[in-house]
């Protein structure tokens, strides 16, 4: 039966049929033979369809969508997908290559043949093999099986270590931590903005993201790292908020990054605009938002016509002394009054058109009319039986009575310039040839019309800081203590000049008047007493002169020290060790005690506490991000910057003999983030200068009288700080600061019993232009020839620059990365600095420069400092061999010291 049934089938549909559905399959139809079918089939789709069936939803399907028969059989028809098929990729038979993908009918994309998430390597994935699911980045390793789970490149070796515990072993054998010295770096760790440190093991600068592509990323110019050089940006989020943004009132929003809403400063001058650019009303009162020589509290220029003090008020014209006359007169922009000026707004008694005229009071000075003319010189004392004789018959505004000296020559009288040379007393002070145009207190050795002056001694009549017996200055060609020659700075008087940074002597030790070149070698005191680099048994004279030192026992290392003598040294083939060198981490004796690295580093403030700023014994004391530190001249008080909080912290002795922290400064003063610190002796406590990155702002803070004001005069006009940080003061009182952002030295001159600055001047580098030979200056050191050394962070490099403010770079770039703090130990003379980016302090010294502490990993107390985990070392305060050092990132004082000290 089964076998008559098709019979009939094919009987009736014709030859369309291959076989009818008996198995419940579907019927099973001939296929197309290159587009045809045999009468009286017709070929639809792929398949032979007989009369009649046209309309067959089967039959009429075909393979639409990219769907494809490829396996030769009509039962499944349309079974493949060439869209997704990798062995049928856009038609039947095409085969994508291994490691590819077929996405909408093309070879292409990567594979993920393990399902593990991973895409194959061979086409651009990360997973090293496809194959193995528990294979790829992320994966755990098992150490010595042979199998490179995490695809790091190698096998982990089952000796690897986890040294900062944090679950990540390190990447020199096979692990993925890429700083196994640090517990808070390794892959999957959130990342730190402006740190400078690839945190999360990515190998990618992710610190300074810009989401919202405004052109400000979020690191600012106070933060270690900030590709940009700019501000910070303070919404991320928003293209319309940046530092550079134009800040409107009432609207809530702080478009300017200023840290406070609606405070428009369109002139910078530090006051709030009173009216925004669209005309809003602000809360300032600056009346002048475009003209920074205008907003309140700024100095009134009588006369002008100008409201200078944005006080709405007619203070132009001040009467200060109600005598109906006002300073303004005729020729002034303004003259309310319509009167002559008056020329004493101190004394009601003096003005123009006084009833009573000039007093006529000889030798008193005093012009009380107001008509340029005194005493008996003016013409209403003619008929003053006092002032008979006493006419100014030379028209210089000086009688006989006066003080003339000589009535008939307007050149000579109370005042003059004395000229040398011709025996007249021009200034009538009865010394003739007695010049001081400087008012310096000496005569001039020459007049201005070149005549010598008869026991005249000051060199340069012009400059009040040129006289005999002031001080020196080198590298600016400049002969201050009028010797007769330039750059011979002689601090110990022993006839010798300075002869190092800058100077043109031959004295090792300016500050020692038996140390010099013409001194006798002292064979037993291990100082180099004839300055000629060699000392005791080393010397020439001492190996003739003492029988101690008879013998070969020459200085190999030419480091000043010979293996023999009271002064031995230890090691003669390396010139960093001798004895009293500071001992550095070179695996070498450096000071000649026996014990090579032996500087030991602890923790001084309470370990456990974790950027607090709390008060108290140092030993329970805590800081949040301290920074710079600076001594008093007696190293009684170490001031400390605690930028975290704002504040600053002083270190002192208390009562009881111990060590004591308390918070001299708070936020609620001003402070934002407090970076450098400069301490000047004064009466009391003394003067406290501040650096405030953040703000732009150098503090002046009187330490008896807790108060503060800021330094932004520059000759009158207010100053552009940017990002303000190292201070410095020189032999004559002046302020220097490391202008970071701007890449340049400020000189400032200022009054230390109050402020604000009297001048403030570009003293080296040049302010805000690509060509500055200082890129962002941020440490300062004052030396003692009057220059300056300088730790630049923008190039990483040290740098010296002269009094005259020419630039010399001492270490090149290169051996720092961010060189952030600077400090000189006068009592040891070693010159210190501190790099968070290296996490390292290390010390200029003999043959260059030489790791103190940091770039290990251990972090206990009393461990050798060569071997310890230094996180982000920012300010340094030296004193005598050992160092404070302050932790921004770590928020604790560590001590360096050796184990003596």
């Known amino acids: 039966m089964r076998f008559l049934l098709p019979a009939v089938s094919i009987l009736a549909l014709g030859s369309c049929l291959f076989e009818p559905d008996l198995d419940g399959g579907g019927d099973r139809y001939f296929p197309c033979i290159d587009g045809t079918c045999p009468p009286p089939c017709t070929c639809i789709g792929n398949i032979c369809a007989p009369p009649g069936r046209l309309d067959d939803p089967v039959i009429c399907a075909g393979c639409q969508d990219g769907m494809a028969d490829c396996d030769g059989s009509t039962r499944t028809r349309c079974e493949t997908d060439t869209r997704s098929d990798r062995d049928h990729c856009g038609g039947c038979g095409v085969r994508c290559p291994d490691g590819q993908d077929c996405v909408d009918g093309d070879c292409s994309g990567c594979a993920d043949g393990d399902g593990d998430g991973h895409a194959d390597a061979s086409c651009g994935g990360d997973d090293c093999d496809d194959s193995d699911p528990g294979t790829h980045p992320g994966a755990a390793e098992i150490c010595g099986d042979g199998i490179d789970q995490d695809c790091s490149g190698v096998d982990l070796d089952c000796d690897c270590s986890d040294s900062d515990h944090d679950g990540h072993f390190e990447a020199g054998c096979g692990g993925d931590d890429c700083d196994d010295g640090n517990r808070r770096i390794f892959p999957g760790i959130e990342e730190s903005p402006c740190d400078g440190i690839d945190r999360n093991c990515n190998g990618f600068s ?60 369109s002139d910078g001058d530090g006051h709030v605009d009173a009216w925004d650019l669209n005309g809003d009303r602000c809360s300032g009162r600056d009346c002048a938002p475009s003209d920074p020589r205008i907003h309140p509290g700024a100095a009134e220029i009588p006369c002008d016509g100008i409201d200078q003090n944005c ?48 007093l006529c009071e000889s030798g008193d000075l005093l012009d009380e009319d107001c008509d340029g003319r005194i005493n008996c010189a003016d013409e209403d004392c003619a008929l003053v039986a006092d002032c008979q004789g006493c006419q100014d018959g030379d028209g210089d ?35 003739p040839n007695d010049p001081d145009l400087d008012g310096d207190g000496f005569v001039a050795a020459v007049d201005l019309a070149g005549n010598p002056c008869a026991g005249g001694t000051d060199c340069d009549d012009l400059d009040a800081m040129a ?53 006798l070698e002292d064979c037993h005191d291990g100082v180099d007493n004839d300055c000629d680099e060699r000392i005791d048994c080393a010397d020439p004279y001492c190996q003739i002169a003492d029988e101690s030192c008879f013998g070969e026992c020459p200085d190999q290392d030419q480091d000043g020290f010979a293996p023999c003598g009271d002064f031995a040294d230890c090691d003669d083939a390396a010139a960093q060790s001798y004895p009293g060198a500071i001992e550095v981490c070179d695996g070498l004796d450096n000071d000649c005690d026996e014990d090579a690295d032996e500087s030991l580093i602890m923790t001084v403030s309470n370990a456990s506490i974790h950027c607090e700023s709390i008060d108290g014994p140092l030993e329970s004391a805590g800081f949040n991000q301290p920074a710079g530190m600076a001594w008093t001249l007696d ?110 030295i400020r000189r400032v001159s200022v009054d230390t019993r109050g402020y604000p600055a009297l001048t403030v001047e570009t003293f080296a580098g040049a302010c805000d232009s690509e060509n500055s ?123 360096i010291a050796d184990p003596g000290s």
């Open 206 to 265: 992710d610190e300074a993201p810009d989401e919202d592509g405004d052109g400000f990323d979020v690191c600012g110019i106070y933060d270690i790292y900030n590709p940009d050089g700019r501000p910070a940006d303070c919404d991320d989020s928003s293209v319309d908020i940046h530092p550079d943004a134009i800040e409107y009132c009432g609207d809530g929003i702080d478009q300017d990054c200023s840290g406070k809403a609606s405070d428009p400063d």
């Open 311 to 358: 006080n709405g008020m007619d203070d132009e014209a001040p009467d200060a002394d109600g005598d109906g006359y006002d300073v303004c007169g005729p020729g002034d922009a303004i003259d309310p009054d319509n009167k002559p000026a008056d020329c004493a707004d101190w004394a009601d008694w003096i003005h123009p058109g006084d009833a009573t005229g000039e």
């Open 397 to 431: 505004g000086y009688t006989a009575c006066d003080g003339d000296c000589d009535d008939a020559i307007a050149a000579r009288h109370p005042g003059a310039y004395d000229l040398c040379g011709d025996d007249l007393d021009q200034d009538c002070s009865s010394l």
């Open 467 to 519: 006289f005999p017996g002031a001080i020196e200055l080198c590298g600016n060609d400049s002969d201050e203590d009028c010797s007769g020659q330039i750059d011979d700075l002689d601090l110990d008087a022993d006839g010798y000049a300075m002869g190092d940074l800058g100077c043109g002597g031959t004295d090792c030790n300016d500050l020692d008047g038996e140390v010099h070149p013409g001194a």
């Open 635 to 744: 190293y009684s008080v170490l001031y400390l910057a605690d930028s975290g909080g704002g504040r600053i912290r002083s270190i002192h002795r208390s009562d009881r003999d111990e060590w004591e922290v308390e918070t001299v400064l708070g936020s609620e003063f001003g402070l934002v983030q407090p970076t450098d610190l400069l301490h000047v002796p004064g009466d009391g406590s003394g003067i406290l200068f501040v650096s405030d990155p953040p703000v732009d702002t150098v503090w002046i803070v009187d330490l008896d009288d807790v108060d503060g004001g800021r330094l932004e005069y520059q000759n009158g006009s207010p100053i552009a700080f940017r990002a303000p940080r190292g201070l410095a003061m020189d032999w004559y009182g002046r302020l220097y600061v490391a202008d970071s952002g701007n890449g340049c």
């Open 773 to 895: 030979e200082l890129q962002a200056p941020a440490g300062l050191a004052f030396m003692l020839d009057g220059g300056f050394l300088v730790s630049d962070i923008g190039d990483g490099s040290i740098k010296y620059v002269s009094s005259s403010g020419d630039v010399l770079v001492v270490v090149a770039p290169g051996e720092f990365n961010h060189p952030i703090g600077l400090a000189v130990d006068w009592i040891s003379g070693g010159i210190y600095i501190s790099d968070p980016l290296q996490h390292r302090v290390a010390r200029i010294g003999p043959g260059g420069v030489w790791t103190v502490a940091g770039l290990g990993n251990d972090q206990s107390d009393l461990c050798p400092a060569c071997e310890a985990l230094l996180l982000s070392p920012t300010g340094l305060a030296p004193l005598a061999g050992t160092v404070f050092v302050s932790d921004i990132e770590d928020c604790h004082l560590r001590l």
